[in-house]
């Protein structure tokens, strides 16, 4: 780094520098441009939405109904299903980047950003590596929108005699596909959206999954009904409390599901969605 602090070069930007080329990158791009305000998206990854483009499982759907999910300004084709694939996610952001006219500044990776009190600047330090060595820039703007979403570190819990375990283990963000664990045992650890996902895909490939489940937890279908569970939940927070729409959506859950207690799995003495506002898990 001392290196490349000799060398680095400065650029002014006439507007927000935006960190990250992921969805709300996009939608804060796209704002911007609508209302003719110069920005400068810096991505470190070689395309816009790298997570989604390279850190996901074949299989995935959007978890909400499509309506929940489009970026503002452009809606989803009619002909888009309720629950869209990823490879249909992902065309939907690239025409969304083509429309706006929104061009992120690749494989640069901001280190750092500091608010200079002297001149009422922001500082934002970050590598470009697209040539064959590293150069260090520093971006100089009135405002910055960190845009870098909350799952773009992955995340490993540490547990006692990992080490002394010679198989495979992975992260969710590695899972592609169920295809190559066809006729093993596999050990999911996690019940959030994608150990759930990722153990039934598991079963689809004649795989042998377990899941181990830390704490307990709320599993909720994803439709009530024929609707999203989600867009009910919402619908009922115009009208009642949030306490009284967590047990009628305990209720509901238990009529489609039934007991979830005899597969291993504990509900919270909490309701789902004030789980959500205080810990930020929810199963949809």
Same mark, same amino acid.
């Given at each position: 780094m001392e290196v490349l602090r000799q060398q680095r070069r400065c650029v002014w930007v /006439? #507007? $927000?520098?935006? &960190?990250?080329? #992921? $969805? +709300? *990158?996009?939608? &804060? *791009?796209?704002?911007?441009? @609508? @209302? /003719?305000v110069p920005f400068m998206i810096l991505? %470190?990854? @070689?395309?816009?939405? +790298?997570?989604?483009?390279? *850190?996901?499982? @074949? %299989?995935?759907k959007l978890h909400l109904p499509k309506q929940f999910c489009q970026l503002p300004k452009l809606s989803f084709p009619e002909d888009f299903p309720e629950y869209l694939t990823k490879n249909q996610f992902v065309g939907y952001l690239e025409s969304y980047a083509k429309k706006f006219e929104i061009i992120p500044r690749f494989n640069e990776c901001v280190q750092s950003a500091w608010y200079d009190k002297g001149c009422e600047m922001w500082r934002v330090w970050a590598v470009n590596s697209t040539g064959d060595e590293e150069e260090l820039i520093e971006y100089i703007c009135r405002w910055i929108v960190v845009a870098t979403g909350e799952n773009a570190e992955t995340v490993t819990a540490e547990i006692d005699g990992m080490e002394e375990y010679f198989g495979p283990i992975i992260h969710s963000s590695e899972y592609k596909s169920g295809e190559t664990y066809q006729g093993k045992q596999v050990l999911v650890v996690g019940a959030g959206n994608s150990g759930m996902e990722l153990s039934l895909d598991l079963c689809h490939h004649r795989?042998? $999954? +377990?899941? &181990? &489940? %830390?704490d307990s937890v709320h599993v909720l279908p994803r439709e009530i009904l024929g609707k999203s569970t989600f867009l009910v939940s919402v619908m009922m927070m115009r009208w009642v409390p949030l306490w009284m729409v967590d047990k009628i959506m305990v209720f509901l859950a238990w009529m489609v599901l039934g007991k979830m207690n005899k597969y291993g799995l504990k509900r919270p003495s909490i309701g789902p969605l004030q789980l959500k506002n205080k810990k930020g898990s929810l199963l949809f």
């Open positions: /006439n #507007g $927000p520098v935006i &960190v990250g080329a #992921g $969805p +709300s *990158g996009l939608a &804060v *791009g796209a704002c911007l441009r @609508d @209302d /003719n991505e %470190r990854s @070689d395309c816009i939405a +790298s997570l989604w483009q390279k *850190g996901m499982y @074949d %299989r995935l795989a042998f $999954p +377990s899941m &181990v &489940v %830390r």
